[in-house]
């Protein structure tokens, strides 16, 4: 009966502790970059600890073993500057047709099967996809030859900046090629790509020792697929989360938000409120959200301890703002 109550009681404590953690609130600035330096709202309001800026891999990488973090110099001078924190994330993945953001070399170098390839929107019907449209691009996550470029990446940003800036994510691990196979790239299949998502996370965390590190993890190709990069990232103390902080939006607590809730006690959580959550209907409430829900569903749900805000307006300026000015 001791051991029941002291069993209740731990479980208890954890819970306390759980939902009584800080939650850090920075500005998602995406590839924008030179809006941190007119963003007056921003740098004077408090509680926005920082800003999340996203560099490309091709903006890192110019040229094979060639490596520019000028502009990443540039803003974490600027942000320390003002007493604000960087978050950087590493994009690999694009949702335009006309944006590649894997170096050149990496698609112009037959061992790199082209560095980079396609996903799709589509519509799924009687077992195949139709009406096919190009989405944008993704880094061969699955091709052992781009990942160890990308890996050399993250070693020298880690030689640089491990405990300079905040923390860095890897993109979101959702890849839209479809059900069938017949939109599978070159030598893809579902197991080397849970493989490759989880050899980048092991890169990161080596490469960082000391920032937070988190991946993107939302939506995966393959059956299990998402589950083995959740259970990967507790033994290898990688952060998770992903875009999209809707509360109670039905494919998401089918999907990532289970597993992020699960996972809030062991390691750290960062999730995006990004274009077009702002206006989600709470499924809940039947009502357009608000901030404080936003948040309420972060923090006592997800576990939270990162969200990223967008600077979608009207809500930006007219919500976000003054609600951030007024929490004490």
Same mark, same amino acid.
């Given at each position: 009966?001791?051991?029941?109550?002291?069993?209740?009681?731990?479980?208890?404590?954890?819970?306390?502790?759980?939902?009584?953690?800080?939650?850090?609130?920075?500005?998602?600035?995406?590839?924008?970059?030179?809006?941190?330096? +007119?963003?007056?709202?921003?740098?004077?309001?408090?509680?926005?600890?920082?800003?999340?800026?996203?560099?490309?891999?091709? +903006?890192?990488?110019?040229?094979?073993?060639?490596?520019?973090?000028?502009?990443?110099?540039?803003?974490?001078? *600027?942000?320390?500057?003002?007493?604000?924190?960087?978050?950087?994330?590493?994009?690999?993945?694009?949702?335009?047709?006309?944006?590649?953001?894997?170096?050149?070399?990496?698609?112009?170098?037959?061992?790199?099967?082209?560095?980079?390839?396609?996903?799709?929107?589509?519509?799924?019907?009687?077992d195949r996809e139709t009406d096919v449209k190009v989405l944008?691009?993704?880094?061969?996550?699955?091709?052992?030859?781009?990942?160890?470029?990308?890996?050399?990446?993250?070693?020298?940003?880690?030689?640089?900046?491990?405990?300079?800036?905040? !923390?860095?994510?890897?993109?979101?691990?959702?890849?839209?090629?479809?059900?069938? !196979?017949?939109?599978?790239?070159?030598?893809?299949?579902?197991?080397?790509?849970?493989?490759?998502?989880?050899?980048?996370?092991?890169?990161?965390?080596?490469? *960082?020792?000391?920032?937070?590190?988190?991946?993107?993890?939302?939506?995966?190709?393959?059956?299990?697929?998402?589950?083995?990069?959740?259970?990967?990232?507790?033994?290898?103390?990688?952060?998770?989360?992903?875009?999209?902080?809707?509360?109670?939006?039905?494919?998401?607590?089918?999907?990532?938000?289970?597993?992020?809730?699960?996972?809030?006690?062991?390691?750290?959580?960062?999730?995006?409120?990004?274009?077009?959550?702002?206006?989600?209907?709470?499924?809940?409430? !039947?009502? +357009?959200?608000?901030?404080?829900?936003?948040?309420?569903?972060?923090?006592?749900?997800?576990?939270?301890?990162?969200?990223?805000?967008?600077?979608?307006?009207?809500?930006?300026?007219?919500?976000?703002?003054? *609600?951030?000015? !007024?929490?004490?």
């Amino acid at each position: 009966m001791r051991n029941v109550f002291l069993c209740s009681l731990l479980i208890l404590l954890v819970n306390i502790t759980s939902s009584a953690k800080p939650v850090h609130h920075y500005v998602y600035f995406g590839m924008d970059r030179e809006k941190i330096k +007119q963003a007056t709202a921003f740098l004077e309001t408090k509680n926005f600890e920082g800003a999340q800026i996203a560099y490309s891999w091709r +903006q890192l990488e110019p040229g094979k073993d060639e490596y520019d973090f000028s502009l990443i110099r540039e803003d974490l001078a *600027f942000l320390s500057s003002k007493g604000k924190k960087l978050f950087v994330q590493i994009q690999d993945v694009s949702f335009s047709e006309k944006w590649i953001h894997v170096p050149r070399y990496l698609l112009k170098d037959p061992q790199y099967g082209g560095g980079a390839d396609k996903q799709y929107k589509y519509k799924y019907v009687d077992d195949r996809e139709t009406d096919v449209k190009v989405l944008g691009w993704m880094a061969r996550r699955w091709d052992a030859n781009v990942r160890e470029r990308f890996k050399k990446l993250l070693v020298e940003l880690g030689k640089e900046f491990d405990g300079k800036i905040e !923390g860095v994510n890897l993109a979101e691990t959702a890849f839209d090629i479809g059900r069938s !196979g017949a939109l599978y790239p070159k030598d893809f299949t579902v197991e080397k790509y849970r493989d490759g998502v989880i050899a980048n996370m092991k890169a990161l965390r080596e490469a *960082f020792p000391k920032s937070v590190v988190l991946v993107y993890a939302n939506f995966m190709p393959g059956e299990g697929s998402l589950l083995a990069v959740y259970e990967a990232a507790k033994k290898l103390h990688v952060g998770v989360g992903g875009p999209d902080l809707l509360p109670y939006q039905k494919w998401h607590m089918k999907s990532n938000y289970p597993l992020i809730h699960a996972s809030s006690a062991d390691v750290a959580v960062g999730v995006a409120v990004q274009d077009g959550n702002y206006d989600h209907v709470n499924p809940q409430t !039947g009502k +357009q959200v608000t901030i404080n829900e936003i948040i309420k569903f972060g923090k006592e749900y997800l576990g939270v301890d990162y969200i990223f805000w967008s600077t979608e307006e009207p809500y930006y300026s007219e919500q976000l703002v003054p *609600f951030m000015k !007024g929490v004490k």
